[in-house]
């Protein structure tokens, strides 16, 4: 088996226990957080109901026109800026509380940006 191969099976697993404990309810939906080669994505989930609340990524209009001379949106500046956006929304329809699934991803750079930029403006996990 290839070496990327593996890697993509550890982190499905990893993605997999981790979803059994971090679940989504009404009073405390799930945001789920996701980096790609290019693009970061969020979702504030309801897994009891499977709805998406909000829901937001770089490839959205105002990130895009903010950062219109950027190759690659998934750096510490836009996930501030992605942050801002959707805790704003958030706050807007009434989810103050949220429980953080990184998606297998450690606590540093990027997602410690955005969750600490997320605490900073009104969600608390």
């Given at each position: 088996?290839?070496?990327?191969?593996?890697?993509?099976?550890?982190?499905?697993?990893?993605?997999?226990?981790?979803?059994?404990?971090v679940?989504?309810?009404?009073?405390?939906?799930?945001?789920?957080?996701?980096?790609?080669?290019?693009?970061?994505?969020?979702?504030?989930?309801?897994?009891?109901?499977?709805?998406?609340?909000?829901?937001?990524?770089?490839?959205?209009?105002?990130?895009?026109?903010?950062?219109?001379?950027?190759?690659?949106?998934?750096?510490k500046?836009?996930?501030?800026?992605?942050?801002?956006?959707?805790?704003?929304?958030?706050?807007?329809?009434?989810?103050?509380?949220?429980?953080?699934?990184?998606?297998?991803?450690?606590?540093?750079?990027?997602?410690?940006?955005?969750?600490?930029?997320?605490?900073?403006?009104?969600?608390?996990?």
């Amino acid at each position: 088996m290839s070496r990327e191969k593996v890697k993509l099976i550890k982190k499905a697993r990893r993605i997999r226990r981790i979803k059994k404990k971090v679940v989504g309810t009404d009073e405390r939906p799930r945001m789920a957080f996701t980096k790609t080669n290019r693009h970061l994505h969020a979702q504030i989930i309801n897994d009891m109901k499977g709805v998406t609340i909000v829901g937001m990524s770089t490839t959205s209009k105002e990130i895009k026109d903010a950062f219109k001379d950027k190759k690659s949106l998934k750096n510490k500046d836009v996930a501030k800026k992605l942050a801002e956006l959707i805790a704003k929304k958030a706050v807007e329809k009434n989810v103050k509380k949220i429980v953080f699934d990184r998606r297998g991803r450690k606590y540093m750079g990027v997602v410690k940006i955005f969750a600490d930029t997320l605490r900073e403006n009104g969600l608390e996990f």
